[in-house]
Nanobody, 126 residues
């Protein structure tokens, strides 16, 4: 399985917006799901959002609902994470991951995913 590849990270000022992209190949079945996580130094990896490839059903953590939107472009095999109203505490490495067997209620668990990207750094300045 080819690893997903994240892009779109960088430096942004507080209050700004950023759109991350995850290029994920091999999503053959509609049951596949793609998740976004982030990890700040010294912190646990945190679930942000997930989307089912087939239906487009989206799931969000309570911490990002209202600020983040996950979407997919099937033709481009890409999942996006639009982030608005960014804060310095959003600074972290952002990861994309895929799973062939995710179900409702499990998308926020890191063990659900078996294929992780290398991550992209997001830095939000004060």
């Amino acid at each position: 399985q080819v690893q997903p590849v994240e892009s779109g990270g960088g430096l942004v000022q507080a209050g700004g917006s950023l759109r991350l992209a995850c290029a994920a190949s091999g999503l053959t079945f509609s049951s596949y799901a793609v998740g976004w996580f982030r990890q700040a130094p010294g912190e646990e990896r945190e679930f942000l959002a997930a989307i089912k490839w087939g239906s487009g059903s989206a799931y969000y953590s309570d911490s990002v609902k209202g600020r983040c939107t996950i979407s997919r472009d099937n033709a481009k095999n890409t999942v996006y994470l639009q982030m608005n109203s960014l804060k310095p505490e959003d600074t972290a490495v952002y990861y994309c991951a895929t799973t062939p067997s995710g179900v409702s209620g499990t998308y926020h668990y890191t063990p659900t995913y078996d294929n992780w990207g290398q991550g992209t750094q997001v830095t939000v300045s004060s």
